[in-house]
């Protein structure tokens, strides 16, 4: 089985990057494909409980709660990123389930993907 | 071992944060407005030691640079296309 990793690094509000990556990573489950989904720079802000693009009438990312939990995605955030912009762990929307990595593990972690994509 | 395309310029965050993922024996491609790290005098500084750099001619001179300007090879649509027949591992 190959593995793809969507890397986010758009914002989570104002554009679909976020949204497209995430349907993108869905789809792969069609395929004989592992999607995992990787946050960077300020797509970490999305990890926030309080983030709801909704508000200002762009798509919410919690239609998409139920499938990262149906499918198992994993999903990821740069702690370095998380730090910067101050996002403590109660803050953090359960439903992403996510899991963190230091940025001195990207390289090696980057290069165990047979494709990367980042939106 | 991976190729690496790298399509923003060097003011966009994310054209750094790839150079970084960059290991050796890795190929970095730089295309579109990514060709304007050809000129920059300290560009092997931001990769590793090994890691190998292009950009693309084409999208090079049609920014207005000339072929001399550039700091590494230059390689047109062909070898482009060579190089991701030949790298299985794409990042971009």
Redesign the interface.
């Known amino acids: 089985m190959k593995k793809v990793l969507f890397a986010v690094?758009n914002s989570p509000v104002g554009s679909i990057w976020i949204n497209e990556a995430l349907r993108s990573a869905f789809g792969m489950y069609g395929e004989d494909l592992e999607p995992v989904v990787l946050f960077?720079?300020e797509a970490v802000l999305a990890v926030r409980k309080q983030c709801k693009p909704e508000i200002i009438g762009c798509l919410p990312l919690s239609i998409t709660f139920k499938y990262l939990e149906k499918y198992n995605t994993q999903v990821y955030a740069i702690k370095e990123d998380l730090e910067k912009y101050s996002i403590k762990e109660n803050e953090i929307e359960p439903h992403w389930n996510l899991k963190t990595i230091i940025?001195e593990e990207?390289?090696?972690f980057?290069?165990s993907?047979?494709?990367?994509?980042?939106f | 071992m991976a190729l690496i395309i790298v399509k923003k310029s060097p003011a966009n965050k994310l054209s750094e944060f790839l150079l970084k993922l960059a290991l050796p024996q890795d190929k970095v491609i730089f295309i579109q407005d990514g060709v304007i790290f050809a000129i920059e005098k300290n560009l092997k500084g931001l990769v590793k030691e090994g890691v190998e750099l292009f950009a693309l001619k084409e999208d090079f001179i049609a920014r207005g640079f000339e072929e001399s300007e550039s700091q590494i090879p230059l390689i047109d649509y062909e070898g482009w296309a060579d190089l991701i027949e030949r790298d299985e591992k794409i990042i971009s």
Do not use: E, S, T
């Not at chain 1, 993907?113 to 980042?118: G, L, N």
């Open positions: 690094y960077v720079n940025k990207l390289p090696d980057v290069h993907f047979d494709k990367v994509v980042f």
